[in-house]
């Protein structure tokens, strides 16, 4: 991708040093959308974690998902939590319930005019922004 979403500056995102989230950085640089799911109870949970907060089993996979959703909750971002940020403000960022994984909820930017008009409940879908050696999910009104 030629230009970002935020400005150049922010730290890469890597996989935790244990490999648990793994599977969800491998996906997205496919530009997949890949969610824990429990073998055990077949609840999908986000984030990654050892066990199923459902049922308590370690019997943990990864399932793809449809990469779209519905706008839960959103933020305008006015005051930079980073020096590389202090250029994209206002940014928003958006929790984006996704209705084909047990409506677990992520959170993302929400692209596009930075000022426009977000409605809860908007349908959204995942784009994947490409950077050198990572790929992150954004979210667009569709």
Known sequence: MSESYLAAGLAKPVADGMGLDTPYWEGVKEHKLTIQKCRSCSHFQWGPEWICWHCGSDDIGWEDVAPNGVVYSWERIWHPVHPAVV????YIVVLVELPHAENIRMIGN???????EIKIGAAVHAVFEDHDGYTLVQWAVD
Request: proline residues 9%.
């Open 87 to 90: 250029e994209s403000v206002p």
């Open 110 to 116: 929400l692209l596009g005019d930075r000022r426009q």
